[in-house]
């Protein structure tokens, strides 16, 4: 059984602690967090305020870093050299010399490192990355994508309101669709990003040029309480492929309209593809533990890519 411990019971925790929980072959012995209240809602594992105590006395397989991500390179090489494997919250750092630095210490201590690129793993997206490679509807023509919501609420120190700690919505939020473009249909030519940005708001678009096709996308901490939401639209020769309002639609040239998955009401009955209901933040856990267990390489998530990202982004 893999032991866990993880650091940084906040907001995103409470996606990753579940999953953990769910596991049948992992036991998710301790949490660390600065502030005891965060986890007195898990009286079952083992509490630490103190990072270095915890890896001293917990000796984890496997470390998860829910930190604010201007801590990440820190813990994370901490870990790395004491040989424990790491799961690390997206964006592995803001600055691509500190990607290398955490694989370069990976590699030498013998362990595994992956950052939780949700996207890479989540249903919907992992779908269109098929159909983009199948070319069962033809060639990719252009794509949209938009992740649009309000600005944050109050995290803890206020870290994620901070340039220099988060890197705002290009490096919060806007990495979400980048990371797949890379992941899925690689480096693109060419960026133009246009950006309204003031102190209480953060507005981002950009168009990726590739050889054959474009992709737009949208991004935003708006000041008003514009409810969050995600979304694809991909022209291809033959179909449009949409994720809107948490449903996944085909809308095939011949006039026929394949409704894939929508959250309300599943997959849908006389469409040709079926989509599950998945839980992209379990798999992307459950990939990375199968990878340790099995001594397999990480090859959904690569330094590589995660360092064009990276470098991508700060064009932006
Ligand atoms: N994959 C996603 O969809 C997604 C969504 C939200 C956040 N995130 C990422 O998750 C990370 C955390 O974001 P969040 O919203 O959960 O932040 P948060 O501020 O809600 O939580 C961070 C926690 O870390 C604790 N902490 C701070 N310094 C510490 C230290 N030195 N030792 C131990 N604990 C410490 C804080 O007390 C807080 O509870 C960020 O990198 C963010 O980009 C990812």
Redesign the pocket.
Known sequence: MLKIAL???????G?HIPAWLAMGDVELAAL????PQ?MEKYPNIRHY?D?DQMLEQEKPDILDI????F??VEFALKALKRGIHVLC???LSLHEEEVAQVYDAAAQNNVKVMA?Q?IRFWPEYVFLKDLCHSGHYGRLLSGSMSRLGAI?GK???N??HDEKR?GLVPY?LHI?DLDFLVYALGTPKKATSYRAKRPDQDYLSVVYEYEDFFITADASWFASPYPFRMSFRFQFEEAIVAYEDEALTIYERNGKTQNVFSATSGCGNEAEYTLPKGNA?ADEIRYFVDCVKQNKPVEQVTADSLETVIRLLSAI
Do not use: N
């Open positions: 650091v940084g019971v906040g907001g995103i925790s996606a660390c967090d600065i502030r965060q305020t990072f829910c930190l604010p991500t801590l990440h919250e997206k964006p939780a949700v944050p995290t803890w120190d870290w994620m988060s919060d979400h933040f």
